[in-house]
């Protein structure tokens, strides 16, 4: 998820830019997992396994006979329903957290710089307007200013991203 959270993009470049780069890659790497995953489940699906238990037989003396431990089978009437598997739950849950991982890491990445993010650079431009050049706000002024409360939101938010989608 680390990997697909474009902090560094979009301080440079347009947020919209960069969500759209990343979501036009990230959806058809899904959409290959989520088909891969049907593909085994369909190839797992005729398969069976069954627990070999074995038990002392002596067919001479049937007193000494040690039966394996029994264990009770339900039989069950009626059409086969399919079940939702789990790990197609746990796919469509990650695909969700990349989303809006990459949602995210967009946002906070583009508070980072005065280029990455439009209102932004408006603010720049008023600032600037209004009060002129005496106030000391530029580029580098906005990115010490900016960039560490961004560095911090971007990590906190990958933390609960992985526990809220992924699991602790």
Known sequence: MLGFMILFLSMWMSNTATTSMMITIVDPLLTELMKADEEDEKENANSIELPVREG?????????????????????????????????????????????????????GGVATITGTPPNSILQGTVLTRYGDSTGLNFGTWMCYAFPISAFMFVFIWLWLIILFIGP
């Open 56 to 108: 002392k037989y002596d067919l001479n003396n049937e007193d000494e006979y040690q039966p394996p431990d029994t264990e009770f089978v339900q039989y069950h009437h009626g059409p086969i329903t399919p079940i939702v598997s789990n790990s197609q739950s746990n796919l469509k849950l990650m695909s969700v957290g990349f989303s809006l991982s990459i949602a995210y890491a967009s946002s906070v």
